[in-house]
């Protein structure tokens, strides 16, 4: 896959989330935020299996090795997925969709931090394009923050460290169909018996009241916008994707104007253009790809001389067997 078409997948992504953004909101009049977060990823988890066992058999690198970063990874998951779900119950699909979003910002922040990665610096004017947009859409207001709007806020730090395990974990297995899955089962079991164990299991009636946004979200707001984020990030860094999918507040905010009447002011339209703008500079920077050395220097096994993937151009290790 080339670059430029693992940005449009990463897009893609990014308006699966946008347009499930409202199924977020419309879910809390059936179910609690802890049975919506489970039955939504078991059904995603569900869908993907079949393509994560056909890719599995395909692959020739080993996933041995790599199941701890795999169970990290989903519970970091599990938590941003968590507190993200209950954010929309506590504040607008606007705030909660764009507040989310500040782990635009946040990637290379924690990249440079935790990961002692070099992000480009062309990420960095993306970064804070996209957060200005974020901020304008958000109301342009930093004061008298709601309870919503800390939980969207804490799901962004949890989204931004999960972005860059992702990037080394594609990196290094070259199964994000697997990792996806994975990460859906292990976020359904959790949230599921959490709340069964708290709130009881839910009714009859109320799955199937919920059962449009149920399968909505489970399908495509889960099942295979992850999967397509994953799949792209094999291709461009974590620091791209996550402005590139910052796109999603802008579909979102547009979704929700014709749905559910929230409104886009002069403000917001700005700040659109402040998202978009920062997208296309992200789009533009070339991938380096610093979770492949990452990778790379995780892997213990020998290596053969450096040869180049065709459809990236970048260099890999081959492993001998």
Known sequence: MRPNQAITVALLAALAWGIGNVAQKTIFEHLDGWA?????????????LPLARREDGASRIPARGSWGLLAALSLVFTVASTLMQFSYGLTTVTNAGFLTNTSAVLTPILAWACFRQHPALAIWPASLLALLGIFLMAGA?????SPGDLLALSSAVAYAFWTLMVGIYVMRTRRPILMTAVQLAVCGTLCTGIGAALNGPPTVADLVAALPEILFIGLVSKGLAFMLMAVSQQHISATSIGVIVS???VFGAMIAAV??????DVPRGIGSLC?????????RIPSALPEMAMAET???EKTTPEK????TGLPVRSRQP
Do not use: F, H, W, Y
């Not at 207001?141 to 923050?145: F, M, Q, S, T």
């Open 36 to 48: 919506a977060t489970g039955i939504t990823s078991i059904v995603g988890a569900a869908v993907l």
């Open 141 to 145: 207001r930093l004061g008298n923050l």
């Open 247 to 249: 796109a999603e507040a």
């Open 259 to 264: 749905l559910l009447g929230e409104t886009m």
């Open 275 to 283: 998202i978009i703008l920062g997208v296309v500079i992200a789009a």
């Open 298 to 300: 995780a892997m213990p």
């Open 308 to 311: 180049a993937i065709p459809e």
